[in-house]
């Protein structure tokens, strides 16, 4: 078959798309040479800022015309955090599920000394809380919840739920909360993971959640959007929920950690992701972090087995609340990360024992994804207390018929959004 060869224009445009990175004027192009650099330039996938700019400052008006017909924006690609936090507007938020919380600060002492720690204690617990000195921190008992929420019993903060009690309290922006059975991890080279500062560089830069990013956070240093990503999604949006990972013991359920005792993660990804839209997770409460100005009211102690222990595999109060949390973010336009940081987790517990009291948990979850994953909310909910209503009344119509503990957490919802405006207004 017979094909003509390149003209000298179409292979001085080949060449120019070659070396275009070194360019640093294209306004001396006639328009039409300039409209075919272009059009090579998108489906060669070159397109990047620096370029855009180049198009851009040549004024032409058939090249600008495309561009917005393209919907291509020009955004700053921030790969260090947008938004400056100060040690100030931090909370770190322990549940002291162990009295004894001398081995737990002293290993976190280097990252948490710079904050103010909030410390709830179990109020099932009657031992005195011991904390070393060196730190800067309100404790609350179980006389401080029972004078702050008066007889009210829909609500329970018992177990790792007495967080949420801090979250309450909590009168900063940005809140972190790790287990007590957790100390800082390291990484593949051996440093010590700085988690609070991970956890505010995932809050305080933007997240991706409607077109996902196969190179993971674009935000990171190192990182940037793949080609094809849509110029217009890159500014992101604001990331409101951060869920970090942990080494050794993995958040595994018991049936799980029971049929593979051994098991233990020791693989750290230095990696970085945002969980796309209308994608539900299991949050694990172990090591968390969140803008409580966003989604604050959506993080909740709502769901609770009837036989609820005192180990991490016998709760999915937290797995309930991510995905409370998750459909709020998903509604109000927020995104959340998922990856780095982690922290080290130590072995507690005895899973066998736990698969007896959390199997109940492991059967209604067949229910509650499938909800989840279906839930819509109404253009009136503009808030999350809006949204946690919403979903509550959703839960007490559709779950409810199902088992009487979805009924008992729809009213907990709704009586924590009451708490919640109780509490924020009288602060």
């Given at each position: 078959?017979?094909t003509?060869?390149?003209?000298?224009?179409?292979?001085?445009?080949?060449?120019?798309?070659?070396?275009?990175?070194?360019?640093?004027?294209?306004?001396?192009?006639?328009?039409?040479i300039?409209?075919?650099?272009?059009?090579?330039?998108?489906?060669?996938?070159?397109?990047?800022?620096?370029?855009?700019?180049?198009?851009i400052?040549?004024g032409?008006?058939?090249?600008?015309s495309?561009?917005?017909?393209?919907?291509?924006?020009?955004?700053l690609?921030?790969v260090?955090?947008?938004?400056?936090?100060?040690?100030?507007?931090?909370?770190?938020?322990?549940?002291?599920?162990?009295?004894?919380?001398?081995?737990?600060?002293?290993?976190?002492?280097?990252?948490?000394?710079?904050?103010?720690?909030?410390?709830?204690?179990?109020?099932?617990?009657?031992?005195?809380?011991?904390?070393?000195?060196?730190?800067?921190?309100?404790?609350?008992?179980?006389?401080d919840?029972?004078?702050?929420?008066?007889?009210?019993?829909?609500?329970?903060?018992?177990?790792?739920?007495?967080?949420?009690?801090?979250?309450?309290?909590?009168?900063?922006k940005?809140?972190?909360?790790?287990?007590?059975?957790?100390?800082?991890?390291?990484?593949?080279?051996?440093?010590?993971?700085?988690?609070?500062?991970q956890?505010?560089?995932?809050?305080?830069?933007?997240?991706?959640?409607?077109?996902?990013?196969?190179?993971?956070?674009?935000?990171?240093?190192?990182?940037?959007?793949?080609?094809?990503?849509?110029?217009?999604?890159?500014?992101?949006?604001s990331?409101?929920?951060?869920?970090?990972?942990c080494?050794?013991?993995?958040?595994?359920?018991?049936?799980?950690?029971?049929?593979?005792?051994?098991?233990?993660?020791?693989?750290?990804?230095?990696?970085?992701?945002?969980?796309p839209?209308?994608?539900?997770?299991?949050?694990?409460?172990?090591?968390v972090?969140?803008?409580?100005?966003?989604?604050?009211?959506a993080?909740l102690?709502?769901?609770?087995?009837?036989?609820?222990?005192?180990?991490?595999?016998?709760?999915?109060?937290?797995?309930?609340?991510?995905?409370?949390?998750?459909?709020?973010?998903?509604?109000?336009?927020?995104?959340?990360?998922?990856?780095?940081?982690?922290?080290?987790?130590?072995?507690?517990?005895?899973?066998?024992?736990?698969?007896?009291?959390?199997?109940?948990?492991?059967?209604?979850?067949?229910?509650?994804?499938?909800?989840?994953?279906?839930?819509?909310?109404s253009?009136?909910?503009?808030?999350?207390?809006?949204?946690?209503?919403?979903i509550?009344a959703?839960?007490?119509?559709?779950?409810?018929?199902?088992?009487?503990?979805?009924?008992?957490?729809?009213?907990?919802?709704?009586?924590?959004?009451?708490?919640?405006?109780?509490?924020?207004?009288?602060?």
């Amino acid at each position: 078959m017979r094909t003509d060869p390149p003209s000298l224009l179409s292979l001085a445009i080949d060449s120019a798309l070659l070396h275009i990175s070194s360019f640093s004027d294209l306004s001396f192009l006639p328009e039409h040479i300039l409209l075919d650099l272009f059009l090579r330039t998108l489906r060669a996938g070159k397109l990047n800022e620096k370029i855009l700019k180049l198009f851009i400052a040549t004024g032409k008006e058939e090249i600008l015309s495309l561009i917005d017909a393209f919907n291509i924006q020009c955004v700053l690609t921030p790969v260090l955090p947008t938004i400056s936090v100060k040690d100030d507007e931090v909370d770190i938020v322990i549940a002291a599920i162990q009295p004894d919380l001398t081995s737990f600060l002293e290993e976190w002492r280097a990252v948490f000394s710079r904050f103010h720690l909030i410390i709830i204690k179990d109020p099932d617990h009657k031992e005195e809380l011991k904390i070393p000195g060196g730190f800067n921190y309100d404790t609350y008992t179980k006389a401080d919840i029972q004078r702050i929420i008066g007889t009210s019993n829909a609500v329970t903060f018992s177990g790792f739920s007495c967080r949420y009690f801090g979250y309450l309290l909590s009168k900063k922006k940005y809140i972190i909360s790790i287990d007590d059975d957790c100390f800082p991890a390291k990484d593949n080279e051996g440093n010590q993971v700085d988690a609070i500062s991970q956890h505010i560089n995932n809050l305080s830069t933007p997240a991706t959640p409607f077109f996902f990013n196969t190179l993971y956070d674009p935000f990171r240093k190192g990182a940037d959007f793949v080609r094809g990503y849509p110029f217009s999604l890159r500014s992101g949006v604001s990331c409101a929920l951060s869920c970090g990972l942990c080494l050794n013991l993995a958040d595994l359920d018991a049936p799980t950690q029971a049929l593979k005792p051994a098991l233990r993660n020791t693989r750290y990804v230095d990696a970085v992701l945002t969980v796309p839209a209308r994608a539900m997770m299991p949050l694990s409460g172990i090591n968390v972090a969140f803008d409580r100005e966003l989604v604050g009211p959506a993080l909740l102690p709502s769901f609770r087995l009837a036989k609820e222990g005192k180990f991490r595999w016998e709760t999915v109060e937290d797995i309930w609340t991510g995905m409370c949390v998750k459909v709020v973010c998903d509604h109000m336009g927020y995104g959340v990360k998922t990856g780095l940081p982690y922290v080290w987790r130590k072995e507690r517990g005895d899973a066998v024992e736990s698969l007896k009291k959390e199997w109940e948990g492991v059967k209604l979850m067949e229910e509650v994804v499938p909800f989840f994953q279906s839930m819509r909310l109404s253009p009136a909910a503009n808030t999350a207390e809006d949204c946690v209503v919403e979903i509550a009344a959703a839960v007490k119509e559709q779950l409810g018929r199902i088992d009487p503990v979805f009924t008992r957490a729809a009213d907990s919802m709704v009586e924590w959004v009451k708490l919640w405006k109780t509490v924020t207004t009288q602060t």
